[in-house]
């Protein structure tokens, strides 16, 4: 089982930046598919960017170019560099894992870009 904090949401002007961060607990990160998703009110949770254990990464259409996946194995945590961000990345953001076909989910952490 895999369990995940994720953290580092807040309120930002647009144009701005934030970095989020997600803590996984397991041994077996390394191979463990991260991603981060992404909840605006009264839509679908939509990917945002996936990175794979040997550092493969894709990407939504609406942040290629902005935001940036990486991952740190020795300290079991992924991170998402956004910059540039616009009023339309308002949402909540989920970290995940999949892992032997299943999801594990983290608490959602709300990111909110001011015009």
């Known amino acids: 089982q895999v369990q995940l904090v994720g953290s580092g949401g807040g309120l930002v002007q647009a144009g701005g930046s934030l970095r989020l961060s997600c803590l996984a607990s397991?041994?077996?990160?390394?191979?463990?598919?991260m991603g981060w998703y992404r909840q605006a009110p009264g839509k679908q949770r939509q990917l945002v960017a996936r990175?794979?254990?040997?550092?493969?990464?894709n990407y939504a259409d609406s942040v290629k170019g902005r935001f940036t996946i990486s991952r740190d194995n020795a300290k079991n945590t992924v991170y998402l560099q956004m910059n540039g961000l616009k009023p339309e990345d308002t949402a909540v953001y989920y970290c995940?894992?999949?892992?032997?076909?299943?999801?594990?989910w983290g608490k959602g952490t709300l990111v909110t870009v001011s015009s």
């Open positions: 990175i794979t254990g040997g550092g493969s990464t």
């Open positions: 995940n894992a999949l892992l032997h076909g299943i999801d594990y």
């Open positions: 397991g041994s077996i990160f390394s191979i463990t598919t």
